[in-house]
């Protein structure tokens, strides 16, 4: 089903979808517009360390309505659960979240989330960044034992756009409360 | 701004502060005096005139949050532009860019790489 309210920029390659949302938002993009890439160059989580971003996996961020601090702290959080219950419910797969912003399956990282914030006097803008870990195959030696991907756990390839999607429309219906 | 003067041969602190537009409050001690425009063109204002026009409100800009200083991007004395990039404050849950809320010269830096701040904590003081 096409929903109108769901506004969506796809890159093949990109930098980062954080720093993309960023840059967009800055120029007035709209709140809810996601950014999507099949592969980030320099994707990043917290403290800016990297994120192993090849192509198969699901890589977005979100450019949220201009918030209170305090409510985009609990967003991060509820932004983990969301993306932890979505693999749960859809595939059967038991996950742990490691607070406040890691999925994992098996132990290992399987989603990562970042909420990145410009401020002034007041919050001027707010991105949710989530990398999903669907259909990568095989990770370098040096993550083989802390990474870990929905497809290597499942054995078969899945729908990006159809995860994307479902993991959106529970988040913005998560996210009512926290509007400009 | 505050400065020390010498009234009458007495040492009295002035504190000058902006009023709205083109207008100055001065205090001296508990009494105030505003100077305007208005007050100009009646010949009233002597002291406006050797006054710059700028901004003389307190230019600081403390912490939205508590967490630790990842990266500086400014240094004393460098002049930052209104909605520049100061530097980001990392909380466990975000990643936050600060930025300016004033044009000015960064007169001090109260926080180093890596200290950990509290909500509401002066980062830096600009003039």
Redesign the interface.
């Known amino acids: 089903m096409r929903d109108p309210e769901f506004k969506i920029k796809n890159f093949k390659e990109i930098f980062s979808t954080n720093q993309k949302a960023k840059e967009l938002a800055l120029s007035g993009t709209a709140p809810w517009t996601v950014i999507a890439a099949e592969k980030q160059i320099a994707g990043y989580g ?3 360390v990297s994120w192993f971003s090849p192509q198969g996996g699901l890589y977005f961020s979100i450019i949220l309505p201009k918030s209170k ?1 305090e409510d ?2 609990t967003l ?2 509820l932004a983990a659960f969301i993306v932890a219950k979505t693999i749960n419910d859809n595939f059967s797969l038991e996950t742990l979240i490691k607070l ?2 890691d999925v994992l399956l098996n132990q290992k990282k399987v989603a990562g989330v ?8 007041d ?2 803008l707010s991105v949710l960044g989530i990398g999903l870990n669907t259909n990568i195959e095989k990770f370098p030696k040096e993550l083989e034992n802390r990474a870990t991907s929905l497809k290597i756990e499942l054995g078969r390839e899945l729908n990006n756009k159809k995860i994307l999607k479902k993991i959106f429309k529970e988040l913005k219906e998560q996210l009512k409360t926290i509007s400009e | 701004m505050k400065l020390k003067l010498k009234i009458k041969g007495k040492e009295r602190e002035v504190e000058i502060l902006e009023e709205g537009e083109d207008k100055v409050k001065i205090k001296v001690g508990e009494k105030e005096f505003i100077f305007g425009k208005e007050k100009e063109k009646k010949g009233i204002s002597l002291i406006q005139t050797s006054i710059p026009r700028r901004d003389f409100s307190k230019k600081e800009i403390k912490a ?2 508590a967490g630790v200083i ?1 990266e500086i991007f400014v240094k004393e004395g460098d002049f930052v532009k209104r ?1 520049q990039k100061i530097l980001s404050l ?12 004033f044009d000015g010269k960064v007169k001090k830096f109260l926080v180093k790489k890596n200290q950990e701040v509290k909500e509401g904590e002066t980062l830096i003081v600009l003039e």
């Open positions: 917290k403290e800016k601090i985009l702290q991060t959080i406040p912003n970042l909420t990145e914030n410009i401020i002034g006097k919050v001027r | 939205p949050i990842s909605e990392s909380t466990m849950k975000m990643e936050n860019e600060i930025v300016s809320d």
